[in-house]
C-alpha cells in the first residue's frame, strides 16, 4: 500500500537544471522526514538533502548552494531542485520517507523506485 513514486530524471547538460519529484501515498506523509539519496556507479549510497517533519532541511556539502529540498504536505509530495549540474552529479536518485516511533523504539523507512539524472555534454 506504501508507494513513493518519482519522476524528473532525465539526461541535462552541465550547468542545466532538473527538478525531481516524489508522490507518496500510503502512510501519514505530513510526520514523516524526508530524504533524497543518490548512487552513482561504483560509488557508495549518499544522503543528498533532507527535510524534517518541521521543515528544517540539510544538505550534502557537495549539493550545498544548489539543491533545494522542499514539500507540500497537502499534495504528499516532495521535490529536489537542482540547478548549476555538475556531471558528478550523475546518479540514480532515490526518494526516502522516514520515522522514529518513540514507544517502541522502531525505526521505519519507505524508498522509492529510484531516477536516472545523467549530466553530461
Known amino acids: 500500500q506504501v508507494q513513493l513514486v518519482e519522476s524528473g530524471g532525465d539526461l541535462v547538460q552541465p550547468g542545466g537544471s532538473l527538478r525531481l519529484s516524489c508522490a507518496a501515498s500510503g502512510f501519514n506523509f505530513p510526520i514523516y522526514h524526508m530524504a533524497w539519496y543518490r548512487q552513482a556507479p561504483g560509488k557508495q549510497r549518499e544522503s543528498v538533502a533532507t527535510i524534517t517533519n518541521g521543515g528544517s532541511t540539510n544538505y550534502a556539502d557537495s549539493v550545498k548552494g544548489r539543491f533545494t529540498i522542499s514539500r507540500n504536505n497537502g499534495e504528499n509530495a516532495v521535490y529536489l531542485h537542482m540547478n548549476s549540474l555538475k556531471p558528478e552529479d550523475t546518479a540514480v536518485y532515490y526518494c526516502?520517507?522516514?520515522?522514529?516511533?518513540?514507544?517502541?523504539?522502531?525505526?521505519?523507512?519507505?524508498w522509492g523506485q529510484g531516477t536516472q539524472v545523467t549530466v553530461s555534454s
Open positions: 526516502n520517507a522516514y520515522r522514529y516511533a518513540s514507544l517502541t523504539g522502531s525505526s521505519y523507512d519507505y
